[in-house]
């Protein structure tokens, strides 16, 4: 009897050590998770656009060399950053968006809005520095930049609806396919043909 029981006490205890691991390693999957999260560096990211767009604004009236507003990225992060938009968390790193909290998105969409954040960003990134670099021109041009920071002002605008855009995707019943479906029709207009177009007016305030 010792015989065929010891067996199967063995065979008993490896299951039950085996069904524990299982468990504890489930719960601490998702813990490990939310710590990585948790020690994100947060932003608000509808702050940031609006604080630009015045910086800028209120550079121009002065126009001091002193103050220049310095360039700044706002979607271009290496550390593991959450940047809030309308409400909606974006996990940011290495310069690419790699989840947004509360939503199932495949690759193919992270990429979509990837491309038009970060062309966004990019483009008022470099406009802000052109500015400022105009500005130390000799023979400086105050025509090329008002055009300059007419540009820097769409982009930041046109930055603050694509974000509005996507938080009013989720709205829906099924907001992850919402997003899904129509982040890839979403289409960016040519700066440089709506800076012709435009009458834009510093200071601009930015819908949010």
Do not use: W
């Not at 930049?145 to 930041?156: A, G, P, S």
């Amino acid at each position: 009897m010792k015989s065929i029981k010891s067996p199967a006490l063995i065979f008993f205890l490896i299951t039950t050590l085996s069904c524990l691991s299982i468990h504890v390693l489930a719960q601490n999957k998702p813990t490990k998770q939310a710590d990585i999260f948790e020690n994100a560096d947060r932003l608000n990211g509808n702050d940031m656009i609006e604080r630009l767009a015045a910086q800028r604004s209120a550079y121009n009236k002065n126009r001091s060399k002193n103050s220049l507003p310095k360039a700044e990225y706002i979607i271009n992060r290496n550390n593991l950053t959450l940047i809030s938009f309308n409400g909606l968390d974006y996990y940011i790193k290495n310069n690419r968006v790699i989840g947004i909290q509360g939503l199932n998105l495949s690759d193919e969409a992270l990429n979509q809005i990837t491309g038009k954040l970060v062309l966004l960003d990019s483009i008022q990134f470099n406009q802000s520095e052109r500015s400022n670099t105009e500005h130390f021109n000799p023979n400086v041009d105050f025509q090329k930049i008002r055009n300059i920071d007419r540009q820097f002002m769409l982009t930041l605008k046109m930055l603050s609806s694509t974000v509005r855009d996507i938080a009013a995707f989720t709205k829906s019943e099924n907001p992850s396919l919402t997003v899904e479906t129509n982040v890839a029709k979403m289409r960016l207009p040519n700066i440089d043909k709506a800076a012709e177009k435009s009458n834009v007016q510093l200071p601009v305030l930015l819908s949010k």
